[in-house]
Structures are given as C-alpha cells and as structure tokens.
C-alpha cells in the first residue's frame, strides 16, 4: 500500500497513547485517505479489534467522501473481499474488526450502542452536542478531521478544554498538499494558483484556521434538512457545463419556506443524459436554465420538456443572491455539491485584499441554478 507522510503523521498520533486525534488540513492534505489507510492496515495486523465507527454529517455526504475512499483503498490493493462486506447495514468486516457507517443526522445511531473506535468526517460540518454523544460511547480513541475554515467546537472545547488532564490526552496533527506526496504536479499546480487569494490559502493552501470575510451564504440565512413530504414543488433551475459541471436543483416550499434541492452535478450535458436527468422522478419539472447554450434549450423544449432560457440584464446576479438570503432556506442533506458551494461562496478580493462587491467565480454551478429557479419563483425572468 502506498502512503504518505500524512498517513505517517496520523499513525504516529494515534500511536501516542492520546484519547482524542484532531487532524486539521488544508485541500488534498491526505487527512481522510490517511486516517482510514491507518484503521484499515491495523485492522490486518490485528491491532484493531472491535467496532470501529465512521461517521460524517449525512448519509449522501459519507457516501461520497470516506466511504468511497474506504473501498477504493481495499479495491486498489486487492483486499476487498465482498462476503465480508453487508452493504444493507452498511458494515465491512476485517478480521477481528467491524467497520460500520452512518451519519450524524440519525439520532438513534447517536446514542445507540457504544463502540471502541471512532472516526468523524469532516467533523465542522456537525454540532458538538452530536460528537459529544459518539466520543461518550467510544471505549478507546477517537479521530476527528476537517477543513479549518473557521474556529469551531475542535478548537474551542477539545483544544481548549478548561482540565489540563483532558487536554494532555489531546494529539494534534496539522497537514497541507505537502505531506500527501501521491499528489499529481497538476494538482499542485492548481493549488499554488491560488496563492494570491489569501483567504482561500490560508484554510486550504496552509492548513491554517480560517477567518471568515465576505461569505455571501452565512450560517445563519440556511441549514440542512430534509424535504417534508408535503412540500410544494415551484419550479427547476439548471446551469450547464462542459468542463464544468452541468447542475439541476429543484426549487420546493413548505410554511413559507424555500428547499433547495439538488438532482444533478455533472459534467457534460450529453442530450439524452439531460433528457434522463429531468425526467427522472415523479416531479414534471419546469426547467428555467442558462441561456447560454439556445441550441440544447430549443432541443429539450422540442422533445417535450418545460424549459425557458433567460435574458441577462445589470444587477441581476445581485438580486438573485438577496432573493435567496431574504429569508432562511432549507437544503436538502443529499445536495452534497450545493451544499459544499454555500460554505466556500464569498466576495472577490484584489490581489492587495480589498474586498470587492461581486461574487467569486469559483464553485458557484449550483448556487446558480438556484438562482435561476428562486428567480423564476419571484416572477423575476432575467438573469445576468
């Protein structure tokens, strides 16, 4: 198995007689595919017996993050067994050891039986009230990793826990792209592009806590739910892309409040994918979509779709982002990639870090077919 000196670090921490490893990292540092090389290659020695837990704020979100890298880890060094995997619990076993996956949104699961190992994912994205109910159940260490975007309950309660005799049982592990050395020079080029924004490398570049400027979707305007049953569907909006992912979200609302709901993140809009994509489901949606590609909007409309391009007009990228802030909004917790925009959504800056009035160009695929469809769902048909 090929590792890297994030995986070294991590193992040396765990290795250090500690109760608690906090591994705060910057972008493709190697934190989680280290941690879970780790958990994996003790649990073949035989040095990891029991249940070990591994937890990230929902479901979809685990999915796509450590579970995936889980199984790629066994897929590329040939150790996947499937009789030993039970994908309906969502349990993998190996040797002595249990590996279980759940989220943090299933209360149950929270306060159900206890463990002796534990993992947290991306652990900002969760309360501390919520870890604090798995560390409780947790009968040896626990593992928590995370991007530092801003101080949160690692710092302020682990790290800075008022018992001295707590804090000595505390490892701390601070990783960037230069400890992941099965890095790609294209990727680290990438990286070092960025080095003029001097928010983004600090949290991602450096691995450094974050101080939060100029973020157009704070906490305080959205959080992640479920879709009620009896919500009411407004309307679609898609934005497309070629490299750049093609995105559709459906726009619903309940008591007055608006759920934004992701049904597509993908590169490429291929007509019989598109065609696929809105059809899928019991919804007909009405599709209002970036006007920049007529051709494909004329052809959808021809094959039966509900779907109207927009005109661009001054301000009205403005405007949509106060629709959608005017009041708090939902996002469903399967939106992994809208989700993931709203918290790395902020204003430009100049190279001398003014911050400016318009909003980055970067990660913004969903927020703008939700733009689109909050719009659309205001009576407001022009888009910039």
């Given amino acids: 198995m090929r590792t890297t000196s994030a995986f070294g670090q991590v193992g040396e921490a765990i290795q250090d007689d500690g109760r608690i490893v906090i591994v705060q990292g910057g972008t493709s540092a190697g934190k989680t595919y280290g941690v879970l090389q780790y958990l994996i290659?003790?649990?073949?020695?035989?040095?990891?017996?029991?249940?070990?837990?591994?937890?990230?704020?929902?479901?979809?979100?685990?999915?796509?993050?450590?579970?995936?890298?889980?199984?790629?880890?066994?897929?590329?060094?040939?150790?996947?067994?499937?009789?030993?995997?039970?994908?309906?619990?969502?349990?993998?076993?190996?040797?002595?050891?249990?590996?279980?996956?759940?989220?943090?949104?299933?209360?149950?699961?929270?306060?159900?039986?206890?463990?002796?190992?534990?993992?947290?994912?991306?652990?900002?994205?969760?309360?501390?009230?919520?870890?604090?109910?798995?560390?409780?159940?947790?009968?040896?260490?626990?593992?928590?990793?995370?991007?530092?975007?801003?101080e949160f309950w690692a710092h302020t309660e682990i790290l800075g826990h008022p018992d001295k005799d707590f804090r000595d049982k505390v490892r701390f592990v601070k990783l960037n792209y230069t400890h992941n050395e099965a890095?790609?020079?294209?990727?680290?080029?990438?990286?070092?592009?960025?080095?003029?924004?001097s928010d983004w490398w600090q949290v991602y570049g450096?691995?450094?806590?974050?101080?939060?400027?100029?973020?157009?979707?704070?906490?305080?305007?959205?959080?992640?739910?479920?879709?009620?049953?009896?919500a009411r569907y407004i309307c679609s909006g898609m934005?497309?892309?070629?490299?750049?992912?093609?995105?559709?979200?459906?726009?619903?609302?309940?008591?007055?409040?608006?759920?934004?709901d992701e049904i597509h993140y993908e590169a490429g809009f291929g007509f019989e994918k598109l065609m696929a994509v809105i059809r899928a489901g019991d919804v007909r949606r009405m599709v209002v979509a970036d006007p920049s590609h007529e051709t494909v909007i004329r052809q959808l409309g021809q094959h039966g779709v509900q779907i109207m391009g927009v005109k661009k007009f001054r301000g009205s990228v403005d405007g949509g982002l106060a629709m959608m802030k005017a009041k708090p909004f939902v996002v469903t917790k399967r939106s992994i990639n809208l989700i993931k925009e709203l918290?790395?959504?902020?204003?430009?800056?100049?190279?001398?870090?003014?911050?400016?009035?318009?909003?980055?160009?970067?990660?913004?695929?969903?927020?703008?077919?939700?733009?689109?469809?909050?719009?659309?769902?205001?009576?407001?048909?022009?888009?910039k």
């Fill in 41 to 150: 290659l003790a649990a073949h020695k035989n040095s990891l017996e029991g249940l070990i837990s591994i937890v990230s704020e929902s479901l979809p979100h685990l999915r796509r993050g450590a579970m995936r890298d889980f199984f790629a880890i066994l897929t590329a060094n040939d150790m996947y067994r499937e009789r030993q995997h039970n994908k309906s619990s969502h349990t993998y076993k190996i040797k002595k050891a249990t590996f279980e996956f759940f989220s943090a949104d299933q209360g149950d699961k929270l306060r159900g039986a206890r463990r002796d190992y534990l993992f947290v994912n991306e652990a900002n994205n969760i309360g501390y009230e919520a870890w604090s109910e798995l560390f409780i159940r947790t009968r040896k260490w626990s593992i928590i990793d995370f991007n530092p975007v801003s």
């Fill in 239 to 260: 934005d497309f892309g070629e490299s750049n992912p093609t995105t559709l979200i459906d726009l619903w609302q309940h008591d007055g409040i608006d759920y934004y």
């Fill in 206 to 230: 450096l691995g450094e806590v974050g101080t939060p400027t100029g973020v157009i979707f704070p906490p305080s305007v959205w959080s992640v739910g479920d879709l009620p049953e009896n």
């Fill in 183 to 197: 890095l790609d020079q294209v990727t680290i080029d990438n990286i070092e592009s960025r080095k003029h924004d």
């Fill in 343 to 383: 918290r790395n959504y902020v204003y430009e800056r100049t190279r001398s870090g003014i911050l400016l009035d318009t909003p980055r160009k970067y990660l913004d695929h969903a927020i703008d077919a939700s733009r689109y469809a909050k719009l659309h769902s205001s009576r407001a048909f022009s888009i």
